[in-house]
């Protein structure tokens, strides 16, 4: 038996979430967005000709860069753009936290930062958050060789103001700030204003949540151009061809419908709203959410108990077997109509 | 000023090759298809819905895999896919070679080798192409972390038979051998049959070449249910959901038209072969080539200058300034109409 075991990088593989294909599941547990994509972007999929799908894809995805840079009123020097935020922030590992000092971010938060932390051989401290469950920014002025945290946060939906990232940016001019705003678009607000000001400042968003378009895989941050010219250099020499035609095309198509965007925003944000208050008249409780998600937790119910129970009824949500929050459930936002059905099964559910 | 940039990752960034979006050119220079897709690609696009573009692809790839498995006669388990071969290669280097020994691959052959070497911070040694540009197997049995060639090798187009690749897989037990099979459908010997008998065998493959689907990035590989694993680890480890639904459902309607596949590379080998002569009556030559393009050079010419003029008259072909090769330039197999317009031009063509 061969030894070539031993050049093999040992990882502990991260289990994605539950992606179940059948069409009667009521789908709440990988945040997506219950909204069709806008409907140029459905126009946009019937332009598509053999000739973009035979050629390669325009490497720098210049399309999609110039109509980001227009969007968001920045430099096109100051956008990049993966196949997702995780393959944007997985860059922005390998990228800016290149360090013998620990990057710093919270215990309670996405998991995939200590996962690309231990991939990379980055060195990481976990802090704590505080009781409510929200991030203290006076620990993030510790030595570090970068900091990184979603805002709003996830799984817990706690949104900070832009002010909050600014302190923590402003104090760590020796460090690379990555500021993850996939769920920004719900009610949070943007570190985007700061980029001008802060060279060391990246912010990172995704079109699989407010732009309904999870199944292309599109992710995009902003930063200076020195962190951009970065990013890139490291992604040329991963994979020069990334985002595929199909992907420049309809992410494109879906920045251009401005309107369709803030409509199925507001709409969330109004059903996001109302399960606050009906979530609390069965008794659940939780931080005020800010993203298209919600984190409860109901002292008379067994959380992942109840999990379980409620896959078996066909509603998936999302459960974290993890101290401090496996109290706790975390409900994506669906349409009214499938939120009915969770405030059904819960009215009528007994442990 | 800050001192972020400390931690940045220094890397040489790998410069793609040129994708002129003007229709007019004659592109010779990126070994893409000149054949549109399958029928049946353009057809699966028009059936995307609005449900396959908002929720999260599968992230096992599940479909295109499954399609794979079957027409390569593999188990699922021996199949992995990536955002193009690049993307595959890309992780098989951090998977696999993560060893004190260098690697082992030729001198002249595909950019993206030491690229990934220098980004992942594996040591690597090159070895020389003997006089005819043909890999020398016995230099592969000196002591190494892993080894990657591709067969056909490029830029040369040169291919060796299947008994090649074993002597050099069957003689390093200890090593990972990856084999990469961009080109092998055009006239190669693919090492898949040996992959059931070396478990320490990779062949990598991609749609980019014979399945007309650049556009998509669509890469695989094949070999033993460990290796895959341990690739999957990896790539769970980095980015979840890679390949999104567009390049899912296309690449899986393109593998279900064989009779179209083996047409149109008939196709591409009868221009190649025509090219050889024609080429050869303008004074070119060059080893016989076996992928979907040509390596020749004239001595009558300076390759360089020939490229240049050949790019002011709008078509496209590749040169590499680099030792032992800047005579030579690489010509990709187009429509014969395009090949044609090169025959032309080099008809009348005097320095």
New interface residues.
Partial sequence: M????????Q??????GE?P?S?DVV?LN?N??????APG??AA??E?G??????????TCGVLVRELAARYGVGEDQVFVG??S??VL?IAF??????S?PILFPDITYAFYP??A??FGVPYRTLALDADFRIRKEDYCQPN??IIFPNPNAPTSIGEPRSFVEEIVARN????VVVDEAYVDFGGESALPLVSQY??LLVVQTF?KSR??????IGFCIGSP?LIQ?L???K????????????LA?GTAALRDEAYFRETVEKIVATREEAVERLGQLGFTGPRPLGNFLFVTNPALSASRLFQDLRKAGIFVRYFDKPRIRDYLRISVGMPEEMEKLYDFLGKYAQ
């Fill in positions: 061969g030894n070539w075991r031993k050049n093999l990088r990882v502990e593989p991260y289990v994605p992606q294909r069409l789908k990988t997506e967005n219950p909204y069709p994509p972007v459905l999929l019937g598509l053999p000739d973009s799908l035979r050629r390669y894809p325009d490497p196949v997702g995780d393959d997985a390998q990228t800016f936290f290149h360090s000092q996962v690309w231990s991939l060789g970068g001019p020796d460090s690379v060279d060391n699989s309904s378009l999870a199944g292309l895989r020195e970065a890139n250099a490291v040329y020499s991963f994979n020069s061809y990334t985002l595929n035609e199909p992907a309809l």
